[in-house]
């Protein structure tokens, strides 16, 4: 038996897909002790959108560290905090038309949610959040009572409440308006909905199956917000940072959230930073109501302020981005006109997409035989039906081909074995 059977909790998943063990990263390739090399379409569940020990956000944080800049100070100031703040405010906020102000949480993305959702709360003086189905917010209490899936919500183990759940759109199937419920329910005094304090929504819905919402859809949930005095939540802690071909996911509807959560590629290398943007005249904490030992990691700060500088002064990468996935989703699309008896859709958005397979056992058989061949992948959906396509976005042309061709390999094996298993 390894260490790990002896020594780790049964809660870990991903080593259940990719029994190896890795030692190596660089880019868009995973090697393992063997020495076989693996290309990612997982990218750390969209936390290395410029893949793994990107040379200038690593020799950023090298040079930091030999000259012993701070680590860990608390919320203290320190320079490297400044640097980034600089560099958000002037690359990514005020471009965008942004005032917000940052908030430093714990460094995980369930942190980040659980500071927007305490603080829609404080301002407003209201308790209720309205989440959509299928949303996937975290795992800690007061974000896993936002999240949808069963699974995650069952491992609770008390009541998770004040939050009430909302179709998301096309969730009632194509040409249902699902905002029409919550403005009904919102007008009607009998409708027993508590006016919320906020709604907390992702763009495309990461986890829960790379549903993506429609511009038409986002900006009328604004204009509800606006109307009913209730907060907006932008949680782009999967979706942002590039991965739909802007910096925030939310950006082609030209809405602006009152608040914004991000963690994941944030750091731009897989640290651990989470952050909380809001508008300022929401800024009612009082100094520590809410805290965290580890919000200030300044190796996170060194590398996030690079990464800023590195792929977001102009458009050229996000252009890049855009391109890489209308051939994703070409090739995607192909693959589901090809095996109608395996697939139902393409889904998502951006370098967010995959394929909803006809049930979870078959997206299961496509990701173990990609593995195989060289290609980690995961899944995603309600019933782990969605093959989920998640790869770095530095990824060159040639190397997602290559990685789109192993998946068309993987589904050609899958189907031929099913139909000999059938026959």
């Given at each position: ?35 076989k090399r693996y290309l990612d379409f997982l990218a750390g569940a969209g936390t290395l959108n410029y893949g793994h020990n990107h040379p200038a956000l690593k020799e950023a944080l090298i040079e930091y560290i030999q000259h012993d800049g701070i680590a860990h100070g608390l919320d203290m100031h320190t320079d490297a905090k400044a640097q980034f703040l600089s560099a958000l405010q002037n690359i990514i906020l005020k471009p965008r038309g942004l005032d917000h102000v940052a908030q430093f949480t714990g460094p995980t993305g369930t942190n980040a949610v659980e500071a927007a959702m305490k603080l829609a709360r404080k301002v407003t003086g209201r308790e ?296």
């Amino acid at each position: 038996m390894s260490i790990f059977d002896v020594m780790e909790s049964s809660v870990q998943t991903y080593a259940r897909s990719f029994p190896v063990v890795f030692d190596q990263a660089k880019g868009v390739w995973l090697h393992d002790r063997s020495g076989k090399r693996y290309l990612d379409f997982l990218a750390g569940a969209g936390t290395l959108n410029y893949g793994h020990n990107h040379p200038a956000l690593k020799e950023a944080l090298i040079e930091y560290i030999q000259h012993d800049g701070i680590a860990h100070g608390l919320d203290m100031h320190t320079d490297a905090k400044a640097q980034f703040l600089s560099a958000l405010q002037n690359i990514i906020l005020k471009p965008r038309g942004l005032d917000h102000v940052a908030q430093f949480t714990g460094p995980t993305g369930t942190n980040a949610v659980e500071a927007a959702m305490k603080l829609a709360r404080k301002v407003t003086g209201r308790e209720n959040i309205v989440a959509f189905t299928n949303g996937f917010h975290g795992v800690s209490l007061g974000a896993l009572a936002a999240t949808g899936n069963q699974h995650h919500r069952g491992g609770a183990g008390t009541v998770l409440a004040n939050v009430t759940r909302l179709p998301y759109d096309g969730y009632a199937g194509t040409g249902e308006d699902s905002l029409v419920l919550f403005e009904t329910m919102l007008n009607d005094n009998s409708s027993g909905l508590d006016k919320p304090a906020a709604v907390l929504f992702e763009v495309v819905q990461g986890e829960g199956g790379l549903n993506a919402a429609s511009v038409k859809w986002l900006q009328r949930l604004e204009k509800i917000c606006r109307a009913h005095d209730i907060l907006l939540i932008a949680d782009d802690i999967q979706a942002g940072c590039g991965r739909t071909g802007t910096f925030f996911s939310f950006e082609p509807a030209g809405i602006k959230p009152d608040i914004i959560t991000l963690s994941k590629s944030l750091s731009g290398m897989g640290l651990p930073f989470a952050l909380v943007l809001l508008r300022p005249d929401l800024d009612q904490w009082e100094p520590g109501e809410h805290n965290g030992t580890f919000r200030g990691n300044n190796h996170a700060f060194i590398t996030a302020r690079k990464a800023l500088e590195t792929f977001w002064q102009d458009d050229a990468f996000a252009a890049g981005v855009r391109a890489k996935g209308e051939l994703l989703t070409r090739r995607l699309q192909t693959l589901v006109d090809k095996f109608p008896q395996l697939f139902e859709r393409v889904k998502g958005r951006g370098m967010m997409q995959g394929i909803a397979c006809v049930n979870g056992d078959i997206a299961d058989d496509i990701t173990s035989r990609a593995f195989e061949l060289g290609l980690v992948i995961e899944t995603a959906g309600p019933d782990d039906e969605v093959v989920k396509c998640l790869c770095p976005l530095i990824i060159t042309e040639a190397e997602l081909t290559q990685g789109l061709d192993w998946l068309e390999q993987a589904i050609v094996d899958v189907a031929a074995k099913r139909l000999k298993k059938a026959s």
